[in-house]
């Protein structure tokens, strides 16, 4: 089977964790033809949203990818927001794909997948969804225009062709249906995953990264990481870490720090000898890391090393958003101040067994329902 990811309204960053990089390579190993077709959008530096040159190349799993350049009818800072291509049509009939997952609903570029599936109706089309009232439409001409108007107008031409959209967080449905009038019947919710190890592989990861830290067996080993900009929350991490007095803690931050937080975390980090900051990570090391760590905080801004953090088995702290609900099944705590913070470490501190408790929690979330490997089946089921 032909599988064609097209990452045409969002970033593809090489070499990441994100599901527009794990999704392919499991289609892959699961014995079909892969394509990748990108926007020359991506990471710059691990840090900023930048731009790398057209062109064609394979990933580290071998599979082809094309970088697209935007049309230039119109500026770049337009164009980047209408999402408009050159040569997609004649790119995807090469390919002759049977299954196309379009990653993200928000781009005119939907317009020629349309078209394809219009001449070529056996293929099957999936859109995914991230938007949400949380990372989208933040402002007026964002809502009503790009939104409610342009965007809409394009996924209502579109709806009638494609079999599911699919959903990665429950916000999603929400976000689609007030702001593109999509019927909740042609949702499904499609998890962001992670990748579940075996029982030997894991532990020889965890024992890897702990002795590295010089840890005991009895020592607690917290991860915050990704972005770390203001809505991250990593201040008020800090801040209650701090204040927990006990030794058998320590707390390791993976990432990049922005410039407006990037001075007062570093000088909370210099106060305690038990805050290690390591800077950015490749994704295979942080799930080491994660695998590793007996609790996984995330007290702001929603990240997917959340999933992948479950799937390592780790028990996890998080701000409540309703997206986060279908995964917290007895496997963590929620916390909304810097207090609330503080009592969670309390509560590991005066009940260490919870941590194992919880662990065992995580692992049944992640079978059931963040397994990358069930949730790229779901495809070409």
């Known amino acids: 089977m032909k599988i064609l990811h097209c990452c045409l309204s969002c970033f593809y960053i090489d070499d990441y964790n994100y599901q527009e990089n794990v999704l392919p390579s499991i289609n892959k190993m699961d014995g079909n033809e892969v394509r990748i077709i990108a926007s020359t959008e991506t990471f710059i530096d691990n ?4 731009y790398v040159k057209p062109g064609k190349y394979f990933t580290k799993d071998d599979i082809e990818l094309i970088r697209v350049p935007y049309k230039k009818y119109l500026p770049h800072f337009i164009m980047k927001k209408v999402r408009h291509y050159d040569k997609i049509y004649n790119l995807i009939e090469e390919f002759s794909p049977d299954v196309i997952l379009f990653h993200g609903v928000a781009a005119y570029e939907l317009m020629t997948i349309i078209k394809y599936k219009k001449n070529n109706p056996k293929v099957k ?10 990372n989208s439409a933040q402002n007026f001409i964002s809502r009503e225009i790009l939104h409610r108007m342009f965007y809409s107008a394009i996924v209502q031409k579109a709806l009638p062709y494609v079999d599911k959209i699919l959903c990665v967080a429950t916000e999603s449905f929400d976000f689609l249906e007030i702001m593109y009038r999509v019927p909740r019947k042609k949702m499904e919710l499609f998890p962001l995953g992670g990748m579940i190890f075996k029982d030997s592989e894991w532990k020889e990861k965890r024992d890897k990264i702990r002795e590295s830290l010089h840890l005991g067996e ?8 990704g972005k770390m900009d203001i809505n991250k929350r990593t201040e008020d991490l800090l801040k209650a870490f701090i204040k927990v007095k006990n030794k058998r803690f320590r707390l390791v931050l993976i990432g990049s720090f922005t410039e407006d937080v990037e001075q007062s975390v570093m000088a909370s980090i210099s106060t305690d000898t038990r805050i290690q900051y390591l800077g950015w990570k490749k994704s295979s090391v942080l799930l080491e890391y994660l695998c590793a760590a007996d609790l996984y905080i995330q007290p702001g801004s929603q990240s997917a090393t959340m999933q992948n953090a479950i799937c390592c088995r780790c028990p996890v702290v998080l701000y409540p958003y309703k997206s986060h609900f279908p995964y917290i099944k007895g496997n963590g705590f929620y916390v909304r101040t810097e207090e609330d913070i503080k009592k969670v470490f309390n509560t590991v501190i005066k009940n260490p067994a919870l941590i194992e408790k919880m662990r065992k929690a995580s692992y049944e979330v992640a079978c059931n329902i963040l397994d990358y490997k069930k949730i790229a089946s779901r495809l070409y089921q």
């Open 47 to 50: 840090s900023k949203i930048g």
């Open 125 to 134: 089309l999936f859109l995914d969804s991230h938007e949400d009232f949380n």
């Open 218 to 225: 009895n020592d607690i080993l917290i991860v915050h990481s």
